[in-house]
C-alpha cells in the first residue's frame, strides 16, 4: 500500500483535471478526481484525502456549494481546500471560503506543485 499523501482534483474541464492529475501523480502523490462538488464530497467522504484542489464554476455543485457543505460535515471540516479558478478576485475568495489560497487559472504547474507540498510535504 503506498503511503503517500491523497489530493482530491475537483474540476469539471477534464483538461485541467488530467494535467493536476498527471502533475500530482508525477510528484509522487495519490491523486482521485471529481468533476463537480455532489461527486467531491462522496469523493472525500469515502477517501479523506489530505488536501483538496477545487475549481468554483461547476455543474450540479459548484465550489462555494461544496465548500459550505465541507465545512458543515464534522469529518470532513478540517482538510485544507485550494481553490483553483478563473475568477480574478482570489484573495477575497480565499478570505470568504476559508480556504488556504486560490490560484488563478490559467496555473502553472510548478506553482501548483509548491503549493501543495507547502500543505502537504512530500
Known amino acids: 500500500m503506498n503511503d ?35 461527486d467531491a464530497l462522496v469523493s472525500a467522504r469515502r477517501h479523506r484525502p489530505n488536501l483538496i484542489l477545487l475549481d468554483l464554476a461547476m455543474p450540479v455543485m459548484d465550489g462555494f456549494a461544496f465548500r459550505a457543505e465541507q465545512l458543515r460535515d464534522a469529518s470532513l471540516s478540517a482538510i485544507p481546500v485550494i481553490c483553483v479558478s478563473g475568477r480574478h478576485d482570489a484573495a477575497g475568495v480565499s478570505r470568504r471560503m476559508q480556504v488556504a489560497g486560490c490560484i488563478p487559472k490559467p496555473f502553472d504547474l510548478q506553482v501548483v506543485i509548491d503549493r501543495v507540498r507547502d500543505i502537504v510535504p512530500w
Open 4 to 38: 503517500a499523501p491523497l489530493i482530491l482534483v475537483v474540476d469539471d474541464d477534464s483538461d485541467s483535471r488530467t494535467l493536476l492529475e498527471m502533475a500530482l501523480s508525477t510528484s509522487g502523490y495519490e491523486v482521485e478526481t471529481a468533476v463537480n462538488g455532489s
